[in-house]
């Protein structure tokens, strides 16, 4: 027996698509919060969204799946207290440090430049910047989690 799961429309693209090729989901498409609503009202224990309103806390839902890797905009003490489960898809920007230390050496080198002179069989002689004996720092914001207490 399929579960139903509400999709938020506000969402990530190719989600639905990958969420309608597994048996056991039974996905409704929401195009509003008015239909995400009314589906959890209706029994719908699963919702995946990138957008919280209190609204959707209904006596169904068990489940969110946050399609963002932040968690701030979920009440957390009263899902621990409802006993619904939060997953968010933090971690996923793992690698936002290493990507922006690539876009370093792709500006300093001028690598769009060289592409782009490759491409049109050209051979242009082009600076770029050494960064060499200088300090780069990379901050971001960080990562924290939150985890729900199972019942057993």
Not at 31 to 42: H, I, Q
Not at 47 to 57: A, E, P, S
Not at 71 to 78: I, N, S, T, V
Not at 87 to 103: K, M, N, P, Q
Request: glycine share 8%; hydrophobic share 45%; net charge negative.
């Amino acid at each position: 027996m399929a579960v139903q799961a509400v999709l938020h429309p506000a969402s990530v693209t190719g989600l639905a698509a990958e969420l309608e090729r597994m048996d056991d989901i039974e996905l409704i498409r929401a195009t509003n919060d008015e239909e995400v609503e009314a589906a959890l009202s209706a029994g719908a224990p699963i919702l995946l969204t990138y957008t919280w309103r209190d609204r959707f806390l209904t006596p169904s839902l068990r489940w969110i799946q946050g399609v963002g890797a932040g968690f701030e905009q979920y009440p957390l003490d009263r899902f621990d207290r409802e006993g619904i489960a939060l997953t968010t898809a933090t971690g996923v920007h793992v690698v936002v440090a290493e990507t922006a230390f690539g876009l370093l050496l792709a500006l300093t080198r001028r690598i769009a430049d060289a592409v782009r002179d490759a491409r049109e069989h050209k051979w242009v002689l082009r600076e770029g910047l050494e960064i060499a004996g200088s300090t780069i720092a990379i901050i971001g914001l960080g990562c924290r989690t939150h985890r729900v207490q199972a019942e057993s």
